[in-house]
């Protein structure tokens, strides 16, 4: 896995990652101060102060969960590459890995640390690796969070 591109923002980065068949994910690590874990329902969601926090209040990590994707959500750009496939549970967790490598912290030391199942791909569809990504990573770290963001699919 390695770089192809990385976009810096204040409060985390994403990174275009290349995998070893040379097909393309993206994976991002975020952060925000823990206050903002009650904001859903606030009328507002502006940082109360100029702090953006750091890696031991609230970090999460966005992993993809295939590269590419064939559902073509209309508000996803994932959906017009021309190839896609499931990733590997080694291949998820190694993208939740090389944040943690890169970002040199220690996900234990957050007060919470969240695993984002967000980025491309549709998650119900490589549901086998999916649970068993979850599963080692919640043993390597036992505090995580894990969150599955699907459009749902026809069953």
Same mark, same amino acid.
């Given at each position: 896995?390695?770089?192809?591109?990385?976009?810096?923002?204040?409060?985390?980065?994403?990174?275009?990652?290349?995998?070893? +068949?040379?097909?393309?994910?993206?994976?991002? +690590?975020?952060?925000?101060?823990?206050?903002?874990? +009650?904001?859903?329902?606030?009328?507002?969601?502006?940082?109360?102060?100029?702090?953006?926090?750091?890696?031991?209040?609230?970090?999460?990590?966005?992993?993809?969960?295939?590269?590419?994707?064939?559902?073509?959500?209309?508000?996803?750009?994932?959906?017009?590459?021309?190839?896609?496939?499931?990733?590997?549970? +080694?291949?998820?967790?190694?993208?939740?890995?090389?944040?943690?490598?890169?970002?040199?912290?220690?996900?234990?030391?957050?007060?919470?640390?969240?695993?984002?199942?967000?980025?491309?791909?549709?998650?119900?569809?490589?549901?086998?690796?999916?649970?068993?990504?979850?599963?080692?990573?919640?043993?390597?770290?036992?505090?995580?969070?894990?969150?599955?963001?699907?459009?749902?699919?026809?069953?």
């Amino acid at each position: 896995m390695k770089i192809r591109k990385k976009k810096e923002f204040k409060n985390g980065i994403v990174y275009c990652l290349e995998l070893e +068949d040379g097909m393309l994910i993206e994976t991002t +690590d975020t952060f925000l101060p823990y206050y903002t874990k +009650d904001a859903i329902g606030r009328k507002q969601n502006f940082l109360d102060n100029e702090s953006l926090g750091d890696r031991t209040e609230r970090w999460m990590i966005g992993v993809s969960t295939m590269s590419g994707c064939p559902v073509r959500c209309k508000f996803c750009a994932t959906g017009n590459m021309k190839r896609y496939r499931n990733l590997t549970a +080694d291949e998820i967790v190694e993208q939740v890995e090389f944040a943690i490598g890169k970002a040199n912290c220690n996900p234990v030391e957050s007060k919470e640390f969240k695993i984002n199942y967000t980025r491309m791909g549709e998650p119900f569809l490589n549901i086998e690796s999916v649970k068993e990504a979850i599963r080692r990573i919640s043993v390597k770290y036992p505090n995580t969070h894990h969150y599955v963001s699907t459009i749902g699919i026809r069953g």
